[in-house]
């Protein structure tokens, strides 16, 4: 059964570095998602990626994000500056169009000191 | 109010019994609705999607109640392996908003 896969699966980073996070969503699927999950805490929606452009962002997702699709298979998420309080979970999750099931990944732990 | 409302539980449950979740949400227009699953420090999976006719997967039923904006999971014969929290999720192709969850813990 085809998956989406995450790498790492924890990224230790001080604080003030740069990390990207990476996914391979499942091949034929066309919208990307990143989430986050403080430890504790509800799943949060950062960002909508469709047709090689955001779709939609959340107020989380503020000038130290970025996410890019450098090939066909890859999606990431890039963190400028790291702050303690990006020590969270991140999800990658796919869609086909066919259907609004979201497909998760199985997370890369950040933790940022 | 929030996007989606979940009674945090836990729900503490014995093998064998049949136990319902509810969750409400406000700004329904163009939304669709479903339930997940999360174990701990996993990723949330999908468990169904949810249709204003109602739908069951074996042991599980979900409903959507459009005019009191809520919907519902029932999952009968609870098994130990039932043990999680419980996501409700509404969403379009551009955004998803997850509720809090609800912590299922059923006992031998």
């Known amino acids: 059964e085809p998956e989406v896969t995450q790498t790492p699966s924890h990224q230790v980073t001080q604080m003030g570095q740069e990390v990207i996070l990476r996914c391979v969503p499942i091949s034929n699927h066309l919208y990307f998602y990143w989430y986050r999950q403080i430890l504790g805490q509800k799943v949060e929606f950062l960002v909508s990626?469709?047709?090689?452009?955001?779709?939609?962002k959340s107020e989380i997702f503020d000038d130290q994000f970025s996410v890019e699709r450098p090939d066909g298979s890859n999606f990431t998420l890039k963190i400028r500056s790291t702050k303690l309080e990006d020590s969270a979970m991140y999800f990658c999750a796919s869609i086909a169009l066919s259907s609004y099931e979201q497909y998760f990944g199985p997370g890369t732990r950040l933790t940022v000191t | 109010r929030k996007e989606v409302e979940q009674d945090p539980g836990p729900f503490n449950v014995p093998e064998g019994a049949t136990v319902a979740f509810n969750c409400t949400y406000s700004n329904s227009a163009s939304q669709s609705f479903f339930w997940y699953r999360q174990d701990c420090r996993k990723e949330p999976k999908l468990l169904m999607s949810v249709y204003s006719s109602g739908n069951e997967d074996g042991r599980f039923t979900a409903q959507l109640n459009r005019a009191s904006q809520y919907i519902s999971l029932l999952i009968r014969d609870s098994k130990l392996s039932d043990s999680a929290t419980y996501l409700c999720?509404?969403?379009?192709?551009?955004?998803?908003?997850f509720g809090s969850g609800t912590k299922l813990n059923v006992k031998p």
């Open positions: 990626f469709y047709n090689n452009e955001i779709s939609e």
């Open positions: 999720v509404k969403g379009n192709f551009n955004k998803f908003y």
